[in-house]
């Protein structure tokens, strides 16, 4: 079992991680982090790499569990998001599968920060076919008593990719992206490119195959 932190769509690499994986589950106790991916996601607009961040009540700067850090709505940032979205992928192959889900999802108020990322994550298991079972770590692991604790849980303390070094890490599978003609192949993006670039079905394959 991957125990792991929350992601606002998160990053190619993250997802490369959680889809081998048989279970999954959520530090819900994990301290909110400012430049982290838990409110923050980087897809590409024409003009190149664009950050859409979730505004949080108290501020980026608080040290309060993820489970507790509430969602700000002085700002329409929703609909802010779900424009910047259709506007960088409008083309995209794929784009027009998961647009009415994703107009869903961006319409649909939570109070929680947590209760808005399970909610993107559910849209994205089920958009690349993801195998794995989303688990409360509290519950009971049925895995075989017999098996050594370090191999049955796996906690990632330190994600090594951030909003501030994304793109230095390679991906397993790079595809054709929206504006690569002009801006060149940008690693690591938000799996929504990934996505809407070449569909959940080819990512499922994808990243189905055994690692070379």
Known sequence: ??????QYFGPICFIELVYKQK??????????????FKN??????????????IPILGGREQKTAIK????????????QHLKAIKTCYKRAPYFEYYEADLEKLYTTKKEYLV????????FLQKSIKGKWELIDCKEPINEPINEPIN????????????PNNYEQFAIQYP?????????????????????FCEGGKEISKQLSEPLK
């Open 40 to 53: 923050r996601m980087i897809i590409l607009s024409a003009q190149g790499p664009l950050n859409l961040t």
């Open 151 to 162: 191999e049955k849980f796996k906690k990632v303390s330190a994600l090594p990719w951030q």
């Open 1 to 6: 079992m991957l125990i792991t932190d929350y």
């Open 23 to 36: 279970q999954l589950c959520f530090d819900k106790e994990a301290a909110f982090t400012k430049m982290s």
């Open 115 to 122: 209760d808005f990322l399970e909610d993107c994550h559910q």
């Open 68 to 79: 507790d850090v509430l969602i700000a709505y002085d700002a329409p940032w929703q609909a």
């Open 175 to 195: 595809y054709v992206q929206v504006f690569e003609s002009s801006k060149g192949f940008i690693s690591n993006l938000s799996i929504l490119d990934w996505l």
